[in-house]
Nanobody, 121 residues
Framework: QVQLVESGGGSVQAVGSLSLSCAAS????????MAWFRQAPGKEREGVAV???????IYANSVKGRVTIFQSKAKNTLYLQMSSLKPEDTAMYYC???????????????WGQGTQVTVSS
């Protein structure tokens, strides 16, 4: 089992910035692929960013150029740095993980409780 705990969400005005963190713990005995997803009310869960074992990254077109995903392997922590935030970025943000690289597909086996990001205009 893997436990994921997100933090860092909050309320910010448009064009502001926020940084999210996700701490992983549990049975992390090999490389864990980690990603950020988000879900706005009434919308499907959307992949935001994922980082591969070679540190390559994939971003959703909707956030490309405005967010950066990175991780600390030593701390088993995943980060998402967001800037130039827009009201449409408002959503619950989830950290997700698995031992299979699913890219931005919503197939990861583990996810946290989420952290709310609210962007006002």
């Amino acid at each position: 089992q893997v436990q994921l705990v997100e933090s860092g969400g909050g309320s910010v005005q448009a064009v502001g910035s926020l940084s999210l963190s996700c701490a992983a713990s549990g049975d992390i005995y090999s490389s864990l692929y980690m990603a950020w997803f988000r879900q706005a009310p009434g919308k499907e869960r959307e992949g935001v960013a994922v980082i591969d074992s070679d540190v390559s990254t994939i971003y959703a077109n909707s956030v490309k150029g405005r967010v950066t995903i990175f991780q600390s392997k030593a701390k088993n922590t995943l980060y998402l740095q967001m800037s130039s935030l827009k009201p449409e970025d408002t959503a619950m943000y989830y950290c997700e993980a698995d031992w299979i690289m699913w890219g931005l597909l919503p197939k990861y086996n583990y996810w946290g409780q989420g952290t709310q990001v609210t962007v006002s205009s």
